[in-house]
């Protein structure tokens, strides 16, 4: 592994369990560096908490959101079912997100974490284009997309076998979701 790979990781760590408000000390003291050979690999210690949540963001995008099939529905379904798993199998990494996005972090440097939800919002809009979803506005279906995956995950998380109660509960978890943004079609409206 690499130095910056060991900083990030010993920092979401420390992050997880201290908070942001961990001191540079503490996070060198935890990696076994000099202080010059951190910041010879960071700017600060606000733009590593940004960047680890970049890093993250960008992991689950690439991990869970591959997935293609034609029927969009259950295309939704695998990539969410992907994200929640990857969250269940990931906790440091699921906390470390949970901590960014409900911190002063998420609002102060929204700017800069804004292209974490460009591959979102192309994922709503290709759907909402295609009249499977509801139109409304992007970024408040992407805030429910988000809600829904971390809750979810947190659900399952709670209990004693967490992967074992998602895949025997995933589905009814994910007709919830689906009953709130998907557009009725027709024929079910005729019903």
């Given at each position: 592994m690499s130095k910056k790979n060991d900083i990030y990781?010993?920092?979401?760590?420390?992050?997880v369990e201290k908070g942001f408000a961990a001191?540079?000390?503490?996070?060198?003291?935890?990696?076994?560096i000099a202080k010059g050979t951190l910041y010879h690999h960071i700017n600060s210690k606000e733009q590593l908490i940004i960047d680890i949540y970049k890093q993250l963001m960008f992991e689950?995008?690439?991990?869970?959101?591959?997935?293609?099939t034609e029927d969009q529905k259950e295309n939704t379904k695998?990539?969410?079912?992907?994200?929640?798993?990857?969250?269940?199998?990931?906790?440091?990494?699921?906390?470390?997100?949970?901590?960014?996005?409900?911190?002063?972090?998420?609002?102060?440097?929204?700017?800069?974490?804004?292209?974490?939800?460009e591959g979102p919002r192309r994922f709503i809009m290709q759907k909402v284009n295609m009249g499977i979803l509801k139109a409304y506005k992007t970024d408040m279906i992407?805030?429910?997309d988000f809600a829904f995956t971390r809750a979810t995950a947190n659900y399952f998380l709670s209990l004693p076998k967490p992967l074992k109660s998602f895949s025997e509960e995933f589905d009814t978890a994910f007709?919830?979701?689906?009953?709130?943004?998907?557009?009725?079609?027709?024929?079910?409206?005729?019903?």
């Open positions: 990781k010993g920092a979401m760590e420390l992050f001191s540079v000390n503490e996070l060198i003291e935890r990696i076994g689950v995008e690439e991990q869970c959101v591959n997935i293609l695998q990539v969410f079912s992907g994200i929640v798993k990857w969250f269940i199998t990931h906790p440091v990494k699921f906390h470390y997100i949970n901590i960014f996005e409900s911190s002063p972090y998420m609002k102060l440097h929204f700017e800069l974490v804004e292209d974490t939800k992407a805030f429910f007709d919830m979701y689906w009953d709130g943004v998907a557009k009725k079609q027709a024929a079910e409206a005729k019903l």
